[in-house]
C-alpha cells in the first residue's frame, strides 16, 4: 500500500515494505505471529526553484538523500491459551484402581508456537465437587500424573505417555489426560476433586520442554525485541502464565444385593408333587448375593441364624454334603457343616456360617453368589 500527499511544491510517500504487506499470510485467532516484522518508508519528494530535487527516503534516525534504511518493529508475544475440564461428571474408579483418566483440553490462543508444563494435583477436603454433587472431597487419589494424547483422542497408557506439551502451534488444540490411582481405602461414594495446571514455556525447539516465560509488563517497549505479554484469562490470577481446570473421581466398590428364597421340596403325603410346608416337611433356604457394583467382593461370608422351629437336615444333597452353593449358577459346589470341626463351612447351634479364609467366595461384579441348604418342620 502507498499513500501519496501533495503539499504545494512537496510529495510525501509512504509506503509498506513486503514484510508488513504479508502480515494478512500470518492471522490467527490472537492476530500476526509473534517475531513477524513490521517495515515502513516515507518518500519525500521536492523541488527548488522549479527544478526537481532527489527524493528522501525516511530513517528511523532521520535521513539524508540517497540513505535507504526503513522503519522497522516486530509483533510480540502475545502468551494466551485456555484449559478446560471435557468430563461432565465425577469419573468412577474402584479402590486401587490404576491409570483412571480425567480428560482435559488445552487451545494456544497466543500468536506463537509454544510448550506447556502440566502439574495436577489432589486438592483439600471439603473443597466442592466441580459438577455440584452434594458429596464434597473427602479422598485424595494416588499416582497422579498428567499424559498428553498421542492424537486419537482415546486414552492408552501404552502410547499416551507424553508429559508435557511439545510445539502448540497457534490456534492448535491438544487432550490432556490426568490418570490416577484410586485410594486404597473408602466406600461407595467418596470423591476426590483434583485440577490441572498449565504453565506456558518457551517453544521453538521439538522434543524438550521449554523453559519458563517472563511477562515483559515491567520493561519499556524495545521495537526489535520479541516480547512478552501474557494475556491468560483464568487461573491461579490473570495474565499469570497458568490455567487451571478441575475434575474429580468418586469411589465405587462392590454393591452387594441379598435375597433369600424358600422352597418346599417335600412333605410326607405329597411327597414331591406340590408339597406343602407341613410338619415332616422338607425345606430349601437359598441365599443370593448380586454384585451390583464395578468391584469384585473377596472374602464374602454368609451367615443364617436358622429359626429355632425347624431342624438343619445334614447330608441334604448327598453324603458330607451339607451346603450347596454356586456363582452364576455354575458348577455346584458343596461342603460338611456338621463334621464337627470348626471350619468356614460350620453350624454352630442354629447359626450357619459359609465363607472365610479356608472356603474364599469371591462375587465379581454382575456376578451372583448362591447358598442353599435344607431344614425339617418337626413332626412332632
Given amino acids: 500500500m502507498k499513500t501519496v500527499i501533495q503539499r504545494g511544491g512537496l510529495f510525501l510517500r509512504l509506503g509498506m515494505t513486503a514484510a508488513a504487506l504479508l502480515l494478512g499470510q500470518h492471522a490467527f485467532a490472537a492476530g500476526t505471529t509473534a517475531g513477524t516484522v513490521v517495515s515502513n518508508q516515507a518518500t519525500v519528494a521536492y523541488a527548488v526553484a522549479g527544478n526537481g530535487q532527489t527524493p528522501i527516503l525516511s530513517t528511523a534516525a532521520g535521513s539524508a538523500p540517497g540513505t535507504f534504511d526503513p522503519t522497522t518493529f516486530v509483533v510480540d508475544n502475545r502468551v494466551d491459551f485456555s484449559l478446560v475440564t471435557v468430563d461432565t461428571a465425577l469419573q468412577t474408579t474402584g479402590l486401587g484402581q490404576a491409570n483412571v483418566p480425567t480428560r482435559f483440553t488445552l487451545t494456544n490462543e497466543g500468536n506463537l508456537v509454544q510448550d506447556f508444563r502440566l502439574d495436577p494435583a489432589n486438592l483439600p477436603d471439603t473443597t466442592a465437587d466441580p459438577f455440584g454433587g452434594a458429596q464434597d472431597d473427602n479422598i485424595d487419589m494416588a499416582a497422579l500424573t498428567a499424559y498428553v494424547d498421542d492424537g486419537d483422542g482415546v486414552w492408552e497408557p501404552a502410547s499416551d505417555v507424553a508429559t508435557y506439551v511439545d510445539e502448540l502451534a497457534p490456534d492448535a488444540s491438544v487432550t490432556i489426560w490426568v490418570a490416577a490411582t484410586g485410594p486404597a481405602a473408602g466406600i461407595t461414594g467418596d470423591v476426590a476433586v483434583v485440577d490441572l495446571d498449565a504453565t506456558v514455556r518457551e517453544g521453538g525447539v521439538a522434543n524438550a520442554e521449554g523453559g519458563p516465560v517472563t511477562d515483559d509488563i515491567g520493561v519499556a517497549d524495545d521495537p526489535d525485541t520479541v516480547q512478552v505479554v501474557f494475556a491468560d484469562g483464568a487461573g491461579p490470577g490473570p495474565g499469570d502464565g497458568v490455567e487451571t481446570a478441575l475434575s474429580g473421581y ?80 455354575g458348577a455346584d459346589q458343596f461342603c460338611d457343616a456338621t463334621d464337627g470341626t470348626a471350619t468356614d463351612c460350620d453350624l454352630a447351634g442354629t447359626s450357619l456360617t459359609v465363607g472365610g479364609s479356608t472356603l474364599s467366595l469371591d462375587v465379581n461384579p454382575s456376578e451372583t453368589l448362591t447358598v442353599s441348604f435344607r431344614v425339617e418342620i418337626p413332626a412332632s
Wanted: hydrophobic share 40%; no cysteine.
Fill in 250 to 329: 468418586q469411589v465405587a466398590t462392590a454393591a452387594l444385593e441379598v435375597r433369600k428364597d424358600v422352597t418346599v421340596i417335600s412333605d410326607p403325603f405329597n411327597g414331591t408333587t406340590n408339597p406343602k410346608a407341613i410338619p415332616g416337611a422338607i425345606v430349601e433356604f437359598s441365599v443370593q448375593v448380586t454384585n451390583n457394583g464395578t468391584q469384585a467382593a473377596t472374602g464374602v461370608v454368609v451367615t443364617d441364624a436358622i429359626d429355632a422351629l425347624v431342624t438343619f437336615l445334614p447330608d441334604a444333597y448327598g453324603a458330607g454334603q451339607d451346603v450347596r452353593y454356586d456363582i452364576d449358577g
